[in-house]
């Protein structure tokens, strides 16, 4: 495993077109783009890594699977009240849709879906008390409590977060919102601006390639079932109107970041984590992608085959 | 595996809202919606069957399925640049996506990228020969030279397929078609309406369960690559609008079809078919998807868990 | 002109279906239905009333009339690089086409447009300041100085304006706007909220019908080709999707407002007001209509004919 | 009035972007695009002409406006149960709108619209048979029995109406259509081929400026009122998705049609024809719009002002 992490990272250091840098979050088109991360976390405990796997960056809409497994803990299956779970075809910050559906998002991880989870995980907390709730969240799943929230980039966020908040108010207007608009989008700006390096986020995604249970402590983080509905999430929604693209290439649930991270997860084999900050123009890592594919095709690694 | 699909037959006899038969095709609308059958045919030859499981229906859009595998065959990947590979997150009919995207459907499984598939393989060939060379293929995966197309159903749906023309036409106003556009109609409403039981549908879809080998013959049917890829693509937009609930709640690669019709891929494990004429909303057969989500519930088959 | 007017307001008393007034302004939503007023002002100063026409409504979008009219004075034809003048064909808070059409809302009177506007005549002053100059200019235009905001109204506009806060935010997502969004909104609530009576509303248009002049002072409110133009603008985009149905039947320029107020205009002739509360479905006034529909019937003005 | 006609056609021939002709049928690209004719068609009798004048051309959309007449007198108000009235904000050829409403044409200009009025019209009848009543309908309007169908362009426009016919296809699938799909586009593409001259099709148009009658003869074509409603749907939806320019710029009721013709009514004043092969990015007469700014500006004559 570890032969073959540190070939797709050499593989990957000789790729001459690494993307675009997000543009539109300032703090993150500072990123230097020459930069990969790949790491593998086993069941069993054992890590793998090649690359800056060290260097933290904006894990961003990768935070969305926290919250939803948050949201699906406090709320069950009622959650779907308030968020489809379809593919939406439409870029990450569309809000067509919303009018089409009266409102409610497609899926929880398209803005307009995780915006909607947010709300629903505060019930009328503070944004503060929800935030350290979140971080607790995956400090446990990571079993590392040095993870937390930059706070340049938040600010960042929250001044350039025009369209996340006529989304907010969009759905605010069909009166779906249970605490107050900017609250909510504080939450959200804030969960996308957990900064973890690829080892913590591999680590924080073995529930979910392990039923549900983390390896570090055998706790029951989500039930089996739950842990196999939020992989078919990801990899139905995962990568907004990429999804069928990720599906097609890797054949793994995957959330992408427009940091530039990606985590996969291989169901019972391993949680895996890559990060390479240049975005293809849908707005998933160029070489992020490119590193899974390499990886599922080394290993054999597929939901889709034996 | 026989008393699970015994016990599945037996609850799904006492399931009292069947939904409603397809009414557009009237050839569809006459089949009594009291009828259920199931068939998992496994890699080793063995087949497991209940309910009315020799009872011919239309499988309509499932033979998408197959024409895909042949275009595939024909052009490779060349194929992908008539069609795309995205859910499409709207009804198996919809134009609303053709006109924003110049012609080129989403996927080969919405209405749209079927006709444009069948396109793809005519290649200058009349609609008789390419059904024949789709019945070939059909009756060599199930090893079952009885398969033919129901031609009462073939002749009701080019009677009722103005919605079908509108589409095709459409894309060939892009100038997307090669062959003419009522000979591409024709394939596909014959295609169709190709009849088959759950036992030879079973059998016809163990290639994708097994690595693209027929375990009939052994023979490579598609590389193993491929057999991954469409099970990719049953799963994405197997479903039409409903993908995502299906592989919430089923967790298998599925494609459906208007006459009630399911057939799912449990890769490395089984081939599962199963059949009731009632539909949903959506179009997909409303007790089929509620006996695969029994049946994968009972063998705990999913591609997003170990 | 007086006989005219006193049959209209005899026969809309006598229609049992006067529609229903707007809900989600919750101070629009108290105002009694049964009430109907017309006034018809001449260019030569003459004036025919029938009905409340003392009571106060809120003009709501009508006032957009006299916001367009003063930013084409500040920016001239630049302003068509903000706002489109298209009919859009979509309902007056719809949000699609803004995606669709990069933020450049269709016409200056859906809601996005007018907002647009809002932001277009602030040019870096404060709301106050702004909203001090509407009043003035409808002051001068009605040549009335009692005119003023209903700050009740402007303070329930605020409270429920969720959408138009998501289409301001949507717009200052591509970088459109030039003042904060708050205070663009701010401004946009409060010239809504202008309450005014069918008197002071048809005087304040009679620039429109006299080619921009203003018949009590002789002032040039706008040129020729400017009333000509906005007029042009009234007909084909004030009425929202409801504006060829409004051409069709009575066959004026006109502007609607969710307050129950219509202002129309007759070349030539006169400036119409009238108002009556309760709503058509597309948010028109139901009495208001037909008694303007009656009023061409009864004088035969019309701009489709000699 | 000549001295009017005689600059304009002046100040055209210099002009040097004469805009593109449409390619999209063969016959048509095949127009020379440095031509240009006017003519004025007075009530009175009186006709001035510029320009080729007696050069035949493909009236193309412009016969909606006889086929819409020819429908509002077999079926009344009833045709509004097959179309609507109100501008679509799409492209001439936009299928989107007729998905989201039911198959609806939103007015009888678009080409779906258009296609509807063919099928209601036809009333059981043959193409040919109602190819005849539209064509005698039309030489009376003119008073010129020498206007007809140019074969070669509805050939033409049969072999590339593929768009066309998906229209068609489309409303046939909501069991709209009472012909069938091929005689209604025989119909279709036949009545948009007939040829005329800027004289012949000015002389057509006076009924609509002289409230509906016939000035030759002083028959009654149609009644005050549904010439005045006819202007109405001419000034909102002539020119597509470019009917609020047109409006803003010449401020009469026009219909445009891709063979380069637009024919505009200044009520009680005149009908006007003009002609240039040249279009703009939405499909209408580059020069011919230009010339009917022009030609208002010196007159003087808008719907808009006194």
Redesign the interface.
């Known amino acids: 495993m570890q032969r073959i992490v540190d070939e797709i990272a050499e593989q990957m250091a000789n790729v001459s077109d690494k993307g675009s840098v997000a543009t539109y979050i300032p703090q993150l088109a500072q990123v230097d783009p020459n930069q990969f991360a790949i790491t593998v976390a086993l069941p069993n405990g054992e890590i793998y890594s090649a690359g800056c796997s060290q260097t933290l960056f904006s894990i961003q809409s990768i935070s969305k699977v926290f919250t939803l497994t948050l949201a699906l803990g406090k709320l069950g299956e009622a959650l779907w009240a308030r968020v489809?779970?379809?593919?939406?075809?439409?870029p990450f910050n569309?809000?067509?849709?919303?009018?089409?559906e009266n409102g409610r998002p497609?899926?929880p991880f398209i803005n307009a879906g995780a915006i909607a989870v947010a709300d629903a995980i505060m019930q009328g907390h503070k944004p503060k008390e929800i935030l350290a709730e979140i971080l607790r969240f995956i400090r446990f799943l990571a079993n590392d409590d040095a993870i937390n929230i930059d706070e340049k980039v938040a600010q960042s966020e929250q001044e350039t977060g025009?369209?996340n908040?006529?989304?907010?108010?969009?759905m605010?207007?069909f009166g779906h919102f249970e605490n107050p608009?900017d609250e909510v989008l504080g939450t959200y700006f804030h969960h996308c601006s957990i900064a973890m390096n690829t080892v913590q986020l591999a680590k924080a995604g073995r529930f979910l390639a392990?039923?549900g249970i983390n390896p570090d402590t055998n706790c029951v983080v989500v039930s089996?079932k739950r842990?196999?509905?939020i992989?078919?999430?990801m990899?139905?929604?995962g990568h907004y109107?990429?999804?069928?693209?990720f599906?097609?290439r890797v054949?793994l649930?995957g959330k992408s970041g427009v940091g530039g991270g990606i985590l996969a997860i291989a169901?019972?084999e391993a949680s895996i984590a890559v990060w390479s900050p240049g975005l293809d123009i849908i707005g998933n890592s160029k070489l992020g992608t490119q590193a899974l594919e390499l990886f599922t095709s080394k290993t054999g690694w597929?939901?889709?085959?034996?």
Chains 1, 2, 3, 4 share one sequence.
Do not use: T, W
């Open positions: 489809g779970r379809e593919p939406s075809g439409d569309s809000i067509v849709q919303l009018e089409h497609r899926n025009n369209r908040a006529s989304l907010a108010f969009f605010a207007s608009v392990n039923n089996s842990a196999k509905r992989n078919s999430l990899l139905m929604c109107d990429g999804s069928g693209e599906a097609y054949g649930p169901p019972g597929s939901v889709f085959s034996v």
